[in-house]
C-alpha cells in the first residue's frame, strides 16, 4: 500500500480514537446510566408497592373503602327506612302531646272544682247544723212559750 493510503488510514484511526475518547457513552457514562435505571427500577418497585398497598385498603373485603361505603349505603337506606316509619309516629305523638296538655288542663280545673265542692259541702254541713240550732231554739222557745201559756 501506499504511504499516502497509511496516512489517511492513520489520520481516520487518530481521529476514531480521539472521539472515543471523547466520547461520554464509552467513558463511564453506560456505567452512570446503569446505575440511573437502577435508581429508577428502585423507584419503580416502590411506586408499584404503594400502589398495591392503596388497592389493597381500596379492595380489602373487610376493610377496604369500597365495603366500608356499601356498608355506610346500607346503612343508610335502612335509617331512610326506619325514617319513613316513624315519621307518622311522630307525628301523632306530637298530636298527643298536645291532647295531653289540653287533658291536664281539664284535669286542673276538675281538681279545682273537686276543692270548691269539698268546700261548699263542708260549708253546707256547717250551715245545715246552724239551721237546726236556730230551729231547735225556736222550737224550744216556741214550746216554751206554748208551756207559759197553758200554764197561765
Known sequence: MSEEI???L??????????????????????????EVEHIKESQAEVLQGLRGIKKS???PDSGLFSRVKELESESARRWEYIVETKPVVGQHQELLHWR????KDLDEVEDLRVE?????DWKDGMSK????????AAGMWVKHFMDMLMK
Not at 130 to 137: C, D, E, Q, R
Open 58 to 60: 381500596l379492595y380489602e
Open 130 to 137: 246552724v239551721m237546726w240550732l236556730i230551729g231547735t231554739a
Open 10 to 35: 492513520l489520520y481516520k484511526v487518530d481521529k476514531m480514537e480521539c472521539k472515543i475518547a471523547s466520547a461520554a457513552s464509552l467513558n463511564g457514562g453506560f456505567d452512570k446510566l446503569l446505575s
Open 117 to 121: 265542692m269539698a268546700k261548699l259541702q
Open 6 to 8: 497509511l496516512k489517511k
Open 101 to 104: 296538655k289540653e287533658a291536664q
